[in-house]
């Protein structure tokens, strides 16, 4: 006899970091047909990107929850970051500097799902406390809407999952970085945030 077994939605999850996908993937992965997505050219310098990349994969490689989860990764290009945000270098982090990026990361995150079948793309960094989760969900939804492609809205720090990120953090002994990985507030423009 066949039963009628519900196909999981193919979710890509842009990750900022190994620390902020911990929970985030621990969260959905038994949700979704998931695979992560590490596409982040504000990272700078590169050694920093490689690092936290290595990270990423590291923690996809050891921790049970990952065992399921997909890895994708595009090639480093911070040239293209820095003419994104040209203009705005000066802006305080959570500023008009900030928004770009996440559109700039969203955007290519939403074009590669649709480029590779999944049904639905969505983010770590909303489990960042330092980062505005109105902000990205709305711009979510507007590439959601530009491409026809769905947006999980979220919001990963509630319920303790910012919390629960640092835990996994430390059992698994994840870099945590003390900055988002953009130059301008590596050299003062704005407040250093940690993760994402």
């Known amino acids: 006899m066949d039963y009628f077994v519900e196909k999981k939605e193919k979710l890509l999850l842009h990750s900022c970091c190994s620390v902020c996908s911990s929970h985030v993937i621990s969260v959905l992965a038994p949700e979704y047909e998931l695979s992560v997505f590490y596409y982040n050219p504000n ?18 490689q050891e921790a049970d929850f990952c065992r399921d989860v997909s890895y994708y990764d595009l090639d480093y290009d911070h040239c293209e970051y820095l003419e994104c945000v040209k203009g705005l270098e000066k802006e305080p982090e959570n500023g008009a500097r900030c928004s770009v990026c996440f559109r700039l990361r969203l955007e290519k995150t939403a074009l590669f799902a649709l480029d590779h079948g999944f049904d639905c793309f969505c983010t770590t960094l909303t489990v960042s406390p330092h980062k505005n989760s109105a902000v990205i969900n709305a ?24 919390l629960h990120s640092t835990r996994l953090a430390k059992e698994y002994g994840l870099y945590r970085q003390d900055f988002c990985g953009c130059e301008f507030a590596w050299r003062g423009h704005g407040q250093f945030s940690v993760s994402g």
């Open 43 to 60: 990272i700078w310098p590169e050694d920093e990107y490689i690092h936290r990349k290595n990270e990423q994969i590291r923690l996809l």
């Open 139 to 162: 711009i979510g939804e507007e590439i959601s809407e530009k491409y026809r492609i769905k947006w999980i809205h979220s919001d990963f720090k509630k319920k303790d999952g910012y």
